[in-house]
Structure formats: structure tokens, C-alpha cells
């Protein structure tokens, strides 16, 4: 199963294009085999905050978006190995809470995370994808 990072999930549902070939590969082949594509339950407090903020502008109400979200991909709630694992990641990994969270989900549930921010790459924590 594959986690996808915050601008990963937006970009699957509102701009794909900006989706690396090798991440549309991926995504199309989990689709054909019936894999369920999940997110972290932060993606969807990150989203609905930089709505909030102004930082982010969707076409839709929040509300009905996180719904869409939820509809299409699996929702991972944070446990206490995730937090626990998040709140231990070295330096110089991202400070982040976000990141950390969500990267300690992948970790944690031995997912492949697609994500294009390079820190997190370069920190090499879990299975990567871009």
C-alpha cells in the first residue's frame, strides 16, 4: 500500500499533471489491482488549516473537499507508535510536525510514501517514491 503526502493528495485530485510519471505509474497500477491508496489523518487537518489560513484555495467548500478525500483514499489514524516514532526522527530531519507525522505513518505501517519534498527524501526514513 502506498501513503500519499499532503500535496500529493491534492495534486491526485486537482492537478495530477504535476504528479511525477513514475507516481502515476504507481497510482494507476494500485488502482487496476484494487490497493487502497491512503492518506494520513493530518492530511486532512493540514488541508482544512491552510484553507482556514488563506494559504490554500480549492474550488469546492473545505468541508465537501475533505469529504471527496475521504471517499478515495484510505484515512490512517495517528496511534501511539506513529507519535512516538515521529516525535524520535533524528536531526536534520524536517521539524515539521506535518512531515513528521505523516512520514512516521509510512514508517510505522511499512508504506511507500509519495512525496516530492526532497528533506524528507534526503532523510531516507521509510520507503520513498517520486
Not at 56 to 83: G, Q, Y
Request: net charge negative.
Amino acid at each position: 500500500m502506498i501513503l500519499l503526502d499532503t500535496h500529493a493528495a491534492l495534486w491526485v485530485e486537482i492537478a495530477p499533471e504535476r504528479l511525477s510519471l513514475r507516481v502515476r505509474a504507481r497510482l494507476h497500477d494500485a488502482e487496476e489491482a484494487g490497493e487502497p491508496i491512503a492518506i494520513s489523518c493530518m492530511t486532512l487537518w493540514e488541508i482544512a488549516y491552510k484553507n482556514a489560513q488563506n494559504r490554500l484555495e480549492l474550488f469546492v467548500p473545505c468541508d465537501e473537499f475533505l469529504k471527496e478525500l475521504a471517499n478515495d483514499f484510505l484515512i490512517l489514524p495517528i496511534d501511539r507508535h506513529i507519535a512516538n516514532s515521529a516525535a524520535g526522527f533524528p536531526d536534520p530531519f524536517p521539524r515539521d510536525p506535518m512531515d513528521r507525522l505523516i512520514t512516521a505513518t509510512a514508517l510505522v505501517n511499512d508504506l511507500t510514501l509519495i512525496t516530492v519534498d526532497e528533506k524528507i527524501h534526503k532523510a531516507s526514513l521509510c520507503k520513498l517514491l517520486w
